[in-house]
RNA sequence: GCCGGAGUGGCGGAACUGGCAGACGCAAGGGACUUAAAAUCCCUCGGGGGUUCGCCUCCGUGCGGGUUCGAAUCCCGCCUCCGGCACCA
């Protein structure tokens, strides 16, 4: 009786198998190569969402494929579980972060399980676990003493809404990255991270990535470091022993020079400017990009090149972070001081001109470009290039200047002032200062009985008998530092806690050794700054405090594309699931609804598909092969329910392929013997080969070989064996297609893999090989041109010499046609592929 | 504005170093089975023209040029879309 294809009863009984063998579990085994393969971690939001299901899916393709290839795999999965989401639960809903978190984790991972991922579940990591962030801790404790933490007073961007600080990194168009709401300064004490110190390495260490990570990530990356080269100069200010140090990129514009301008919090700003109240103003307004403001101080600064008097002004669009605080301002050629020039009524002066030709003046706006100098005293008609050159050599000769090196990257703010985060370890004192908190008082733990109101200020600092504590050098009465960490420094490093998820002392050197660095990172591109740079920054902060030896922490990068699905608006009731909607129209409305564009899944444009329902309606594998299907791995991914629907036929049919032939596919043989009606098959089976383990190591390509497994299937089913040798080779080729198939669609593949007489389990075999003898095909199809153009065919057995593939190509019947009474110029022969024929 | 990527049937996408454009899948149309439907199976499927129904032929990979015996692929110039950066001196 044939058994009819149930995903659900096929799925439970092969998890349970695993689970009970504890099939994925891995230790350092130095006989073998290793591969250690990562998938991004997930935030415990509740359930996964459909961009889970497509990065863990790619990831355990490669963790199944490497295994079979005889790699020790390190193949993990944690939480990335403190954050402000468990926070705004609690506000909302009462509920305590940590059990709203650990709930969380439980029903992810068992929709995880689910999905029958290949993880090592012994190596399970969750931030918010106390024997993690205790390495948080020990961390920030190390890079302090080493001068890569500091703590400083500054402005910093500040979400009204989240109610804490944001790194420049997660102010998304002056916009907070996770709730969107508009961002502010404020004024706070704030502890860094130096990554700036690292800036160059980080930069200089994009080249070795190129290859195995995507242009557009380096190129992302190489924008946010953002190197620029230039000169810094003091400007003397008249009548005092001060000067103003300024930085340019343009020393050759220096004669062009009609002011100076400082930040508003330069520190000479306050003490030169006459006008408190304009000064406040500008301050009101610093770094906002609408409109460029400022104030003369009514002080003049000393251009150090011709010596003329140039006024002192304060704007609001220069940067205290960038640079040295201060510009010379030349509006002829650089498009904000012009602007500001003209709105303040102030002097503008050519001083670089194209090298072919003048500027129409008056200016209509700055002439940004190179070009050759004009009235710049000894400097004139030098090109913008050599006297940027020179005038750097001659500052740094008379000692008022150097060329430098400047760099948008700002250092990491890593304060949050809310609760559900790692405490950071220090301890004031009044008498002994910033006391950072002993080795062997770690960890600080988070206490649990916290009121949370979510008023903005540090829910910790609420905690009497948290915030009291004793100075470690004094022991006189002293506070704890109430801000937690920014969650992306829990990210950071949690591929070198996998190496070692238990032990609760050290990180083990000889794991770290033998697991780093990750062969294979799979994640999202909205990370391509954020949590990839700080990574890069941390291994490397992590290597020169002796914890890792290696500098880059990811080898190879892939970016999987987003999951898509189109959108459905009602004019009245805005977006609309599927379901709301009946006959183009809305169902509570009866509005004509427009279909709109595709749009990555959210709920709140209710196109998402929940990956439960997937897996209750078509099982895990139907839904990994689907979307392993339906575009290449970089590629967006456009959802279609019908697309499923034929993925799922395809898991069908070959099922009960298997089902009808199943007498003969349990035969067994000691000797294939492949005879003349087979051997297409047979060819086809290592063609199959091939070209998936090409198309898997090589290029991450699985859609082109879930494309070939479905090939070899198609023939399989057209295959009509004549004798027990022909069946052998069914079956040589039904089981081959069946370990091709595990790394995609592993539930399927053991229970088939069971149904034909073998013994589990299938991802323990190893991955097949193909003989280049029988990838080959006896006779190939001769293509044959003219002058380019399709002309015939000629099927010709493989291996023909050159002369007799042109005699061939020069006899067809049709070629002929268009060849004869023409002289032939040329014949260009392709072996094994085509022959041109060149007429006039 | 600068940087990165992409434009191929009705749709998702194939085509490896320049060598048969459209693999595989979806949708659509036709047929078989069935009382019927679902499921399954078979055939057709870029466009135009011709046909003795074997096939022949012209056009076709965003647009315009070029290199080449030969271009989706390489080069030059445009257009469109997506992503990143952007008052960074």
New binding site residues.
């Given amino acids: 009786m044939k058994e009819r294809y149930n995903p659900q009863q096929v799925e439970q009984k092969w998890q349970r198998y695993w689970q009970e063998r504890d099939l994925f579990k891995t230790e350092e085994d130095p006989s073998r190569p290793k591969f250690y393969c990562l998938e991004m971690f997930p935030y415990p939001s509740g359930r996964i969402h459909m961009g889970h299901v497509r990065n863990y899916a790619i990831g355990d393709v490669i963790a199944h494929f490497m295994r079979m290839n005889g790699y020790s795999v390190l193949h993990p999965m944690g939480w990335d579980a403190f954050g402000l989401p468990a926070e705004n639960a609690a506000i909302e809903h009462g509920v305590h972060p940590k059990k709203w978190t650990y709930d969380n984790i439980a029903y992810m991972k068992s929709q995880l399980k689910r999905m029958g991922f290949s993880y090592d579940w012994n190596r399970e990591i969750a931030t918010c676990h106390p024997e993690y962030y205790r390495w948080n801790q020990w961390f920030f404790i190390k890079l302090y003493e080493r001068g890569l933490v500091y703590r400083k007073e500054s402005f910093v961007n500040w979400c009204p809404s989240c109610s804490t600080v944001l790194a420049?990194?997660q102010v998304?168009?002056g916009a907070c990255w996770r709730c969107d709401s508009e961002v502010t300064q404020r004024q706070l004490p704030q502890w860094f991270f130096r990554i700036t110190a690292y800036a160059e390495e980080l930069l200089e260490a994009l080249d070795e990535l190129r290859g195995g990570w995507?242009?557009?990530?380096?190129?992302?990356q190489?924008?946010?470091i953002?190197r620029?080269e230039?000169?810094e100069l003091d400007f003397p200010v008249e009548g005092s022993e001060e000067s103003i140090r300024?930085?340019?990129?343009?020393?050759d514009t220096i004669f062009g020079a009609t002011f100076v301008?400082l930040?508003p919090n330069h520190p000479l700003a306050e003490e030169l400017a006459e006008d408190r109240d304009g000064l406040q103003k500008v301050t009101a307004?610093y770094?906002?990009?609408?409109?460029?403001?400022g104030i003369f101080t009514g002080r003049y600064a000393i251009n150090p090149l011709n010596n003329e008097r140039i006024p002192i002004w304060v704007a609001?669009?220069?940067?205290?972070?960038?640079?040295?605080?201060?510009?010379?301002?030349?509006p002829a050629h650089?498009?904000?001081?012009f602007?500001?020039a003209k709105r303040y009524n102030l002097p503008i002066k050519v001083v670089i001109v194209p090298e072919s030709g003048t500027l129409p003046e008056p200016l209509q706006e700055a002439f940004e470009d190179y070009g050759v100098l004009v009235n710049s005293g000894a400097y004139t008609g030098l090109s913008s290039r050599e006297a940027i050159e020179r005038i750097g050599r001659w500052a740094e000769e008379r000692g008022i200047g150097k060329r430098t090196v400047?760099?948008?990257l700002?250092d990491w703010g890593i304060s949050r002032q809310r609760y559900w985060g790692t405490p950071i370890p220090i301890i004031y004192c009044d008498r002994c200062g910033t006391v950072p908190v002993p080795e062997k008082d770690l960890p600080v733990l988070l206490p649990e009985n916290v009121r949370l109101t979510g008023t903005g200020f540090s829910p910790l600092a609420t905690v009497e008998e948290f915030v009291k504590t004793t100075c470690p050098s004094c022991n006189g009465p002293a506070r704890r530092e109430t801000d937690t960490m920014d969650t992306f420094v829990d990210s950071s490093w949690y591929f070198l806690r996998y190496c070692t998820p238990r032990d609760g002392e050290v990180l083990k050197p000889e794991a770290l050794r033998y697991w780093m660095p990750v062969d294979q990172y799979i994640g999202g591109?909205?990370h391509?700054?954020l949590h990839l740079l700080y990574s890069r920054f941390f291994t490397r902060a992590l290597r020169d405090i002796g914890v890792v030896e290696v500098s880059e922490p990811f080898k190879r990068l892939l970016t999987q594309?987003m999951v898509c699905k189109e959108t459905i608006r009602c004019p009245e009731h805005g977006w609309l699931f599927p379901e709301e909607v009946e006959g183009d129209r809305c169902k509570r409305c009866g509005r004509e609804v427009s279909r709109g564009r595709t749009e990555k899944m959210s709920k709140s444009k209710k196109n998402v598909v929940d990956p439960e329902y997937l897996i209750n309606r078509y099982g895990a594998d139907t839904s990994r092969l689907f979307i392993l299907?339906?575009?290449?791995p970089?590629?967006?991914?456009?959802w279609?329910d019908?697309?499923i629907?034929?993925?799922?036929?395809?898991l069908?049919?070959l099922w009960?392929f298997v089902e009808t032939h199943r007498d003969s596919l349990s035969i067994k043989v000691r000797e294939l013997e492949v005879r003349e009606g087979a051997a297409p098959l047979y060819r086809k089976v290592h063609q199959t080969i091939k070209?998936v383990t090409?198309?898997i190591r090589e290029?991450y390509?699985f859609?082109?070989a879930?494309?070939?497994?479905?090939?070899l299937?198609?023939e399989i089913?057209?295959f009509s064996p004549v004798s027990d040798e022909d069946r052998a080779v069914l079956r040589e080729a039904i089981k081959n297609l069946i370990v091709l198939l595990a790394p995609f669609c592993p539930h399927i593949a053991e229970e088939l893999w069971q149904r034909i007489g073998e013994a589990p389990s299938v991802l323990e075999q190893p991955w097949p090989r193909w003989e280049e003898e029988w990838v080959r095909e006896p006779e190939?199809?001769l293509?044959i041109?003219v002058?380019?153009?399709?002309?015939?065919?000629e099927t010709v057995p493989a291996g023909l010499p050159e002369e007799e593939l042109k005699e061939r190509a020069l006899s067809n019947e049709?070629v002929q046609?268009?060849i004869s009474g023409k002289e032939i110029?040329?014949v260009?022969v392709?072996r094994g592929?085509?022959v041109?024929i060149?007429v006039n």
């Fill in positions: 420049n990194e998304i168009d995507p242009e557009h990530v380096l190129a992302m190489e924008n946010w953002g620029s230039g000169v300024i930085f340019t990129t343009r020393a301008c930040a307004h770094g906002e990009t609408e409109e460029k403001i609001n669009f220069v940067l205290m972070e960038y640079g040295t605080g201060a510009i010379m301002s030349v650089d498009q904000r001081d602007e500001f400047n760099y948008r700002r591109v909205e391509a700054v594309g299907f339906a575009a290449p970089e590629t967006d991914l456009l279609s019908q697309g629907e034929g993925c799922h036929r395809f069908h049919r009960n070209k090409e198309d290029r390509q859609n082109t879930v494309a070939a497994m479905m090939e299937f198609n089913s057209n190939v199809e293509v041109q002058n380019g153009k399709l002309r015939g065919k049709n046609r268009f110029k040329k260009i392709v592929r085509l041109n060149v």
